[in-house]
């Protein structure tokens, strides 16, 4: 499943899913890789009770394209 960093409470990471954000993972900062940031989508794999994170770099990028363009053509209505 992908999921959005959402914030970072004391030693927690709280990811959101994509898509269903009252879905959330929370996991200790000592099974998160370092490199991970608030806004960052991972994928989240959980086998044997162990989660694997894996970092979508690409993601969020169109993300971040797709939020833009959505102010630019808000701008442009004005």
Not at 21 to 39: A, C, H, R, T
Not at 59 to 71: A, G, H, N, P, T
Request: charged share 40%; hydrophobic share 30%.
């Amino acid at each position: 499943m992908k999921y959005t960093l959402d914030r970072i409470e004391n030693d927690l990471y709280v990811f959101v899913e994509k898509g269903n954000e009252e879905n959330q993972v929370e996991i200790s900062n000592k099974f998160v890789p370092d490199g991970i940031l608030e806004g960052d989508i991972v994928e989240i794999k959980l086998e044997d009770e162990l989660y694997t994170l894996t970092k979508l770099d690409n993601e969020k990028e169109i993300r971040k394209s797709d939020v833009q363009s959505l102010i630019d053509k808000l701008k442009n209505k004005k």
